[in-house]
């Protein structure tokens, strides 16, 4: 139902934009996330943004990268600058829904590769 787009190759030094789309409306949305997976690695939190628009980065990539949300178009991108070889990763967009019950949706995976 996530349908998440923008990887690629691209030299270190360099930017990416990461888009994730929802193919249907989803309503109650709580957390919109990237996720990435490097290989031989567990899936780790990039950065996060709430309903109510606080945001959160692993350290890795504070100040490097930003996380924005459109509520209306449930859409999250993540904008990638300045990237490092260990930004090399399978990249997930996540979202959180809650109202009666919990529902939680993962994206497809792009793969982003940083060239040294």
């Known amino acids: 139902q996530l349908q998440a787009s923008g990887g690629g190759l691209v030299q270190a030094g360099g930017s990416l934009r990461l888009s994730c789309a929802a193919s249907?409306?989803?309503?109650?949305?709580?957390?919109m996330a990237w996720y990435r997976q490097a290989p031989g690695k567990q899936r780790e939190l990039v950065a996060g943004?709430?309903?109510?628009?606080?945001?959160n980065y692993a350290d890795s990539v504070k100040g490097r990268f930003t996380i924005s949300r459109d509520n209306a178009k449930n859409t999250v991108t993540l904008q990638m600058n300045s990237l490092k070889p260990e930004d090399t990763a399978v990249y997930y967009c996540?979202?959180?829904?809650?109202?009666?019950?919990?529902?939680?949706?993962w994206g497809q995976g792009t793969l982003v590769t940083v060239s040294s």
């Open positions: 249907a409306r989803i309503s109650a949305i709580r957390f």
């Open positions: 996540n979202i959180v829904a809650s109202s009666i019950r919990r529902y939680e949706y």
């Open positions: 943004v709430t309903g109510g628009g606080s945001t």
